[in-house]
């Protein structure tokens, strides 16, 4: 019991780190496709930034100093947006991920939000000598906390380093105590919102990724138990089609075969063959013998028909009472001739006593051939009914014998 304890509890284990996996993965996916078409937003609005700042230089109509360090910033921002527009493109991406680099990834996710909210609260820093807002800063809190997903340890590292850069920039570039108290106010404020929007959508991503792994597992076991319905459903379609006493086909194994047949005809004519056989004085058999002794009869005579079936590539199947038929495709009216023969001597070698018979002292066979075009399942019907029409001449004329009818148009 414990050694089964153990393996269950290494079974739930393995599970839940191969989910863990899983949504790790999928977060991942989520934020690679992001970042990639942040990136190519930002690169597109600082490259613009970028052209305006330079023109400034040149015309000299601000601070050059301000200028330099965006100039600087923002060929910093357009480096890294470039690096991880080629890292986090979604064919690399999905080329390269594997259960050892999904931690690689999630720290380059946190490593480019953390740059990006650096760089922000740089510029805001900056901004403030000459606009005193911080619009930088608050889009990119914006951005990355709406568009990104991010564990509670993960969101920390970056949201905590651009807002100690406001908190200690701030005073360095505010004269006035006033205003630093009101951007203080702001940052804390716009902070504390921004991370609520964050655990807001990360939450709705977790509730979402739990709904959808519940319908994924519920999808595949009703698929499950769909497939093991269908199979089961076979079985039964088997041994619904399976004579219970001789183990060989019954008259609607027949019918299903012969279904298969038509199917595979496409209205295209081909040779079609049937022997209709029959245990001569079978009824006489069974009231000297008993039913027990005839029924193990029958057995045997199956037996016998049901290998060579399989050796002429033909089909067998109880037809009822003392009754079998076999058919098959493609065979001469010499073929057919020679597997009666072979059937007849199979089973008179089977040695089986039969005193009341009136044309042997062993358990014979009569049989009835027909071959025929057909081109459908109720040719193949008449062809049958032929093959017994024959086989009631056989038993009206002596019996132990076996009589042919072609039908084959040439």
């Known amino acids: 019991m414990e050694a089964e304890n153990i393996e269950k509890i290494q079974a739930n284990v393995t599970t839940n780190q191969n989910s863990d996996d899983s949504f790790r993965e ?28 330079l023109v400034g230089i040149i015309l000299h109509h601000q601070r050059i100093s301000s200028m330099y360090l965006h100039a600087v910033i923002y060929s910093i921002l357009i480096l890294v947006n470039l690096y991880f527009q080629f890292v986090f493109h979604p064919r690399t991406y999905q080329k390269n991920i594997n259960s050892s680099t999904i931690r690689y990834y999630e720290n380059m996710v946190i490593f480019y939000i953390s740059i990006v909210m650096i760089s922000g609260s740089v510029i805001s820093i900056v901004d403030q000598i000459k606009y005193e807002h911080l619009i930088i800063i608050m889009v990119n809190m914006l951005v990355c906390s709406s568009f990104f997903l991010m564990t509670n340890k993960q969101i920390f590292i970056p949201f905590s380093l651009s807002t100690i850069i406001l908190l200690v920039g701030l005073p360095m570039v505010d004269s006035s105590s006033f205003d630093y108290y ?10 504390s919102v921004t991370l609520l929007v964050s655990r807001v959508m990360y939450k709705a991503f977790c509730d979402n990724y739990e709904s959808n792994r519940r ?26 089609s399976i004579d219970e006493l001789t183990k060989i086909s019954n008259r609607r194994g027949l019918h299903i075969h012969m279904d298969n047949l038509e199917s595979n005809l496409n209205d295209n004519q081909q040779k079609f063959s049937s022997i209709v056989m029959d245990i001569d004085y079978f009824k006489k058999y069974n009231d000297y013998y008993g039913h027990n002794p005839g029924d193990k009869v029958l057995e045997n005579i199956a037996g016998v028909l049901s290998g060579i079936a399989k050796d002429t590539s033909g089909f067998v199947a109880r037809w009822g009472g003392e009754e079998f038929v076999y058919i098959i495709c493609g065979e001469n009216m010499e073929q057919i001739g020679s597997v009666c023969k072979r059937v007849q001597e199979a089973v008179y070698n089977l040695k089986i006593p039969h005193p009341q018979s009136e044309v042997s002292n062993y358990v014979t066979l009569s049989m009835g051939a027909c071959s025929s075009n057909v081109s459908n399942r109720k040719e193949m019907q008449k062809c049958i009914e032929q093959a017994d029409k024959a086989l009631y001449n056989v038993k009206t004329g002596g019996r132990n014998g076996y009589s042919y009818v072609s039908m084959i148009v040439e």
């Open 26 to 53: 999928e977060r991942l996916f989520v934020n690679v496709n992001r970042i990639y078409i942040i990136t190519r937003i930002f690169l597109v609005i600082i490259s613009w930034l970028f052209v305006i700042n």
């Open 182 to 191: 009101i951007q203080l106010y702001y940052v804390v404020t716009f902070v």
């Open 215 to 240: 319908l994924k597992k519920e999808i595949e076991t009703n698929h499950l138990l769909n497939q093991r319905l269908k199979e089961a459903n076979q079985r039964l379609e088997i041994i619904a």
